[in-house]
């Protein structure tokens, strides 16, 4: 570990310790079930300790700046003293969506701490739903994210204080696109620990946009951890769309379970970001599951993005796509490390993953590793990943068509990304990520925009460039 | 040499033959007409032993053995050959190795010794002529890369090497032009011999003008529903399958 | 022998010999040869260092590497990121020198003991017949020492040098102390410090300038003794504009305990070089149960000095209970390429994890990575692969292929490729796939009278021909042999 790092990394843990014996001494609830995964999770802490570079898992991303940071950590939800409403203007525009805001990792409750939709979809803060909803929540909490396998995990498994809990019971198809904000605004450095559970019944289906962003410029370390459920038949689309100013680290680690006939889809955007690092773990537990996973990062300055992503075929007859781009400039680093597992019985997979990346500058870096193992021989599995530049025959084509060398290259970056955005299926949510994506790549999109959903007024259309046409 | 009779096949618990009676004797050409989806090529696949169709009840008796008890490679080396419809592509294996493969592991069951690279070659050069196949074809990985009409020129030519003694030739002539057409039939015509019978299984009459048949059976819904001469294709020409369909009715 | 001299012979090749020899399924090489041994005790120190060193008459500096490998060795620890489940090894368990006695100088084969050329015979290499029919120089490394050079004098007349390393030490001293370690330094892993303190012979070759080796350069191994572990180590220097073809083969008996094998293969490839390095790997696989069999440890790396120079690795590897192997190609000049073939077939117990390094450090360099996994049985294959471009690698490509082949469902086949890249103008490109054995190609070869086996055999040998290809005329032959042989009994 780099001298001078120590001392604080040491004084976090202690930090970390000292809280958590704090949440314990005060423990609430009537069987001890949270209790005993808190001290569970708060002993394989102690035993694994913060990742580092050492680890297979982050050779290529360094936390230890990070986690050498001096933080605020709350064991209970601070006071606000902020209005409210006035932070909370985010929308999509042309979506009507089920909005769910966190403040600082705690669920910001307007006077209803959970709450049924008319759908019969359940949305609230996941402590209230401990309470109110104990059979279910213990059938599910922690049975995905294992606190054995890293100590981010078991860190935000000894606090899981709040976060976001969604329930759509068999059979329902949620109305409303729910929207999970996620916001950090902290005049002190803090790191928070936000714990979401979502759980699909049989046959039903959930759309889920959640976003991350931050307003002052602080130092933040996001270290969330979120499982969800997709019950047989049941389909769920899952968008993560990050745009953070470059003070803040963010590790977020999300585990899918699909049962039998289920359908995932999952989009992540990384526009912006200190360190980011997005753990995506999808179990396809029963047979004829289906999981797309798309990721697009553009990523400049000091940015760093790390997506780790492992797909465990532990059944007959699943399809899984990986399709993962990323734009790298300045002296920014992309990080893919993708895994694909085949178990013996998952016969006639057929799973394939793919990761392209374009580098403009000589000082940005991208690691990829598409890792695939197999122990089933009737598979179709494949993999690709390039690192490359623009076409410069297609550079040329277009020049030699009269189109300036700036316009043309950014309609080949466009066109690159175009193919991750061409998956969201949310109609205005894809409209507006593409927006977004083009003023990014024109570098007119910065965090002092602030909102990813882009508050307040609509701009007016910038766009010259229409997606479906390219 | 063939004795098919009363046969029953599944596919995924899916009947495609229902009650199929066939004989073929040595000398003859039969000609198998019908329209898509009513069992030809199952009935060929089946002769020559692909595993996936499951023969649930009847016989085939081949030689007088019973023809269901045998490997495929042993059908092969027993001589029944069967010509693809869709011939695989084998990347990296050269077509003359694997012709001397077959013909040396067809030659070991018979208990021949095998031929020396000179005799294999001789034979090669005297077989491409027959069949009128360029010899690039034959240094190219089997199938790969090959046109419509080079693949069925090569099954012919696969054919005229191995001098099958019953031969089936599954929709050979689909997506040949009038030439290769006719260099498939020369290859048949060619090989044809009192000791050796042929099953042609095709869509058209076309085909049948230049190899013809002595009997000619129309194959209807997993069953022979009728059974003639070479008339029969003309006819068969004339008035379409609905026709059948009528008269099945 | 001119690359296109090669390709036309192989189109005859394949059409005189096809596979149908292949009868028997069993390791056909596994028998002992009774010859007199001189051996170390077991166990490794200090004290077994400086005895091999004597008994190989080594000057002090040599004796001192070997020393600083040991020590470097004590802090080390064997690696544990590999795709593979080792049993403990008990390095004071292992005999680390044993010679064919009497050692002393052969002038000519006449003087080789007759048992000796009967296992080399038996092994389909005949050092007599090598030399006269197929103008090939083989020196042969029985458990660690080297027995014979052929073809040393026709090659000195060129001023290529190629003996055994106990002799280059003796006599080229300053070509062994400037070349040795360069591309693998003594403590670059494990393995390389523990071969670098132990190794008992092996290979030199010294290409001058602008001389173009006639004639393919082979060396055979042959573990023989029992409890005894091989640690060879071969060092190429190509000079400037100079070429050679470099061969290398290997066998052992077979026993129901796990052998050692740690080597270390250095190339070096100044301006304008080019090495072609080819292994067909055939060490004892252990028996389908899984029992004995050879632990094939080993580090082969080159390094493109200098500008415009090439190294080539082509390899076949089916024998060994447990390969861990990783040919690297260090691009260090401008204008070099690197590549790396292999196919690697595990059947039964078998486990394998290899691949390659390619560094590219160069402008304008250029690496192909070309591997063919062919697991059966209960076997473990995977390939692992680095590919790093480095900040001023700049216009440099790599495209990578590597694709695996199941045959069974109780077998793994796994791909591990890490990719690092930092400038903006250099490409790099990996695909991979796998799948089963198509059952339409088998079903086709056996409507043709083709038994299963040899079915498989031949579109295994079709999967892997773009590899086999690569490999000098005198292997490739053996190669598709050894691949059919390998895979008898995965399947049916």
Redesign the interface.
């Known amino acids: 570990m780099k001298n001078g790092f120590t001392n604080g990394i040491v004084r976090l843990r202690e930090k970390l310790e000292a809280a958590c014996s704090e949440v314990l001494a005060r423990s609430d609830d009537d069987n001890g079930f949270i209790r005993k995964e808190r001290e569970r999770a708060m002993a394989s802490f102690k035993r694994l300790g913060f990742p580092t570079q050492a680890m297979e898992a982050w050779r290529s991303t360094d936390l230890t700046a990070t986690l050498a940071q001096d933080y605020r950590i709350f064991t209970e939800a601070p006071e606000t003293g902020q209005d409210i409403g006035q932070i909370f203007q985010c929308d999509i525009h042309h979506l009507d969506t089920d909005l769910v805001t966190l403040l600082n990792g705690w669920y910001v409750d307007h006077g209803q701490a959970i709450r049924q939709l008319s759908c019969g979809t359940v949305v609230g803060s996941l402590a209230a739903a401990r309470l109110a909803y104990p059979a279910l929540f213990e059938a599910h909490y922690g049975r995905q994210a294992d606190v054995a396998a890293g100590g981010l995990n078991a860190i935000n498994g000894a606090f899981a204080l709040d976060g976001v809990f969604v329930y759509v019971p068999d059979g329902v198809t949620a109305g409303k696109t729910v929207q999970i904000v996620n916001i950090i605004n902290s005049d002190e450095n803090i790191m928070i620990q936000p714990r979401n559970l979502v759980i699909l019944g049989k046959g039903s289906k959930l759309q889920l946009v959640h976003c991350d962003h931050s307003v002052r410029h602080k130092r933040s370390f996001i270290n969330s951890v979120s499982e969800l459920f997709i019950g047989e038949e049941a389909v769920l689309d899952h968008y993560k769309l990050q745009n953070k100013d470059n003070d803040s680290a963010q590790v977020t680690s999300a585990f899918f379970e699909q049962q039998s006939g289920s359908r995932l889809s999952s989009t992540v955007i990384t526009l912006n970001g200190g360190i980011i690092r997005n753990n995506l773990h999808v179990k396809l537990s029963g047979p004829g599951c289906d999981a797309s996973l798309h990721g697009l990062y553009l990523v400049d300055r000091e940015q760093h993005v790390d997506n780790k992503i492992v797909v465990d075929h532990m059944a007959p007859d699943c399809v899984s796509r990986q399709l993962y781009k990323g734009i790298i400039d300045d002296q920014a680093m992309a990080v893919f490390n993708g895994y694909v597992h085949v178990a013996r019985d998952a016969q006639r997979t057929n799973a394939y993953q793919n990761n392209r990346n374009i580098l403009l500058t000589d000082k940005a870096t991208v690691h990829t590793q598409p890792h695939l193992e197999i122990y089933a021989d009737d598979v179709k599995c494949s993999h690709g990943a390039t690192v490359g530049q623009l076409d410069p025959e297609a550079m040329f084509y277009m020049r030699a068509r009269g189109i300036r060398e700036d316009t043309s290259r950014m309609l080949m970056m466009y066109a690159f990304a175009a193919d991750v955005i061409n998956h969201i299926r949310i109609h205005p949510v894809r409209h507006q990520i593409d927006e977004m994506v083009y003023r990014r790549l024109r570098g007119e999109l910065s965090v002092c925009d602030q909102c990813i959903l882009d508050c307040n007024a609509q701009r007016p259309q910038v766009f010259e460039i229409d997606l479906n046409k390219i | 040499m063939l004795s098919i009779k009363n046969l029953h096949v599944s596919v995924h618990h899916k009947e495609i033959i229902r009650g199929l009676s066939l004989e073929v004797n040595a000398g003859e050409v039969h000609a198998i007409m019908g329209p898509n989806g009513t069992g030809k090529s199952t009935l060929a696949a089946v002769i020559?032993?692909?595993e996936v169709f499951e023969v649930t009840s009847g016989e085939i008796i081949y030689k007088s053995r019973n023809l269901l008890e045998m490997?495929?490679?042993e059908?092969?080396?027993e001589g029944i050959?069967?010509g693809?419809q869709y011939?695989?592509e084998?990347?990296?294996?050269?077509m003359?190795?694997?012709?001397?493969?077959?013909v040396?592991?067809?030659r070991k069951?018979k208990g021949l010794d095998?031929l020396t690279?000179s005799e294999?070659?001789a034979l090669m050069e005297a077989k491409k002529k027959l069949v009128d196949i360029q010899s690039k074809l034959t240094?190219r990985?089997?199938n790969e890369g090959f046109s419509g009409g080079e693949k069925k020129k090569n099954e012919i030519f696969?054919m005229a090497m191995?001098e099958p003694t019953l031969a089936i030739l599954d929709e050979t002539d689909s997506g040949l032009d009038i030439d290769a057409l006719k260099v498939v039939a020369n290859g048949v015509n060619a090989l044809r011999r009192p000791d050796n019978a042929f099953i042609v299984i095709t869509h058209y009459q076309r085909l049948l003008d230049y190899i013809v048949p002595d009997v000619v059976h129309v194959l209807y819904e997993g069953r022979i529903v009728k059974t003639g001469g070479k008339e029969l294709a003309l006819e068969l020409e004339e008035k379409g399958y609905e026709w059948l369909k009528e008269s099945n009715s | 022998m001119p690359s296109y001299l090669i390709r036309e012979h192989q189109v005859e090749k394949e059409q005189h010999d096809i596979l149908s020899e292949v009868t028997s399924g069993d390791y056909k090489y596994g028998f002992v040869t009774d010859i007199e041994m001189e051996t170390a005790p077991k166990g490794l120190n200090e004290d077994i260092i400086r005895f091999i060193s004597s008994k190989k008459n080594e000057p002090a500096w040599m004796l001192e590497y070997r020393l600083k490998s040991y020590r470097k060795w004590l802090e080390m620890t064997p690696p544990g990121w590999a795709h593979l489940k080792i049993n403990d090894i008990d390095y004071q368990d292992i005999i680390y020198y044993a010679a064919p006695k009497p050692k002393k100088e052969l002038q000519s084969l006449d003087e080789v003991d007759p048992e000796l050329l009967r296992t080399f015979e038996k092994l389909g290499i005949s050092l007599e017949e090598q030399k006269r029919l197929s103008g090939v120089a083989v020196d042969a490394v029985i458990d660690s020492v080297s027995v014979k050079t052929t073809f040393s004098e026709t090659l000195a007349g060129l001023g290529i040098i190629f003996c055994s390393f106990s002799e280059a030490v003796q006599k080229h001293p300053e070509l062994v102390k400037q070349y040795m370690g360069m591309a693998v330094p003594y403590g670059d892993n494990y393995f390389a410090a523990l071969n670098s303190a132990v190794f008992s012979d092996g290979s030199f070759c010294y290409i001058p300038k602008g001389v173009r080796c006639p004639i393919e350069l082979s060396t055979y191994f042959r573990i023989n003794a029992a409890g005894t572990g091989q640690f060879e180590r071969t060092l190429i220097v190509a000079d400037e504009g100079s070429y050679v073809s470099y061969m290398e083969g290997c066998t052992a008996p077979m026993r129901d305990e796990n052998q050692l094998h740690a080597a270390v293969v250095e190339i070096l490839a100044m301006k304008d070089a080019e090495v072609k390095y080819s292994t067909v790997q055939n060490w004892y696989p252990g028996n389908k149960k899984g029992e004995g069999g050879i632990y094939n440890f080993v580090t082969k790396r080159g390094i493109c000095k200098g500008n415009n120079s090439k190294i080539s690795w082509t390899q076949v590897e089916t024998g060994s209970a447990i390969t861990w192997k990783y040919p690297s190609v260090v691009l260090l000049g401008d204008h070099t390429t690197g590549e790396f073939y292999s196919v690697a077939v595990t059947n039964h117990h078998q486990q394998a994890d290899t691949g390659t390094k390619m560094i590219h450090l160069g402008k304008h360099t250029k690496s192909t990575i070309i591997s063919k996994g062919i697991s059966a049985g209960l076997s473990n294959n995977s390939y692992r692969g680095l590919v790093r471009m480095g900040k001023k690698a700049e216009q440099s490509r790599n495209f990578s292929q590597c694709d695996s082949l199941l045959l069974g469902d109780q077998c793994g086949a796994h791909t591990f490729p890490y990719i690092k890249v930092e400038n903006k103008s250099s490409i790099v490109e990996h695909e991979a796939t796998t799948s089963k054995i198509s059952d339409e190609q088998l079903f086709y070869c056996m409507q043709r009278g083709i038994g299963t086996e040899s079915a498989i055999g031949l579109i295994v040998n079709g999967y892997a021909k773009e590899v086999l290809n690569k490999l000098p005329m005198e292997f490739a032959v053996e190669a598709q042999k050894l691949l059919s042989v390998s895979l008898e009994g995965s399947v049916g």
Do not use: H
Request: no cysteine.
């Open positions: 020559a032993g692909k490997a495929v490679e059908r092969a080396s050959f069967l693809f011939p695989v084998i990347p990296g294996v050269s003359t190795n694997f012709m001397k493969t077959a040396n592991e067809q069951y095998p690279a294999f070659l240094n990985s089997v696969q191995l």
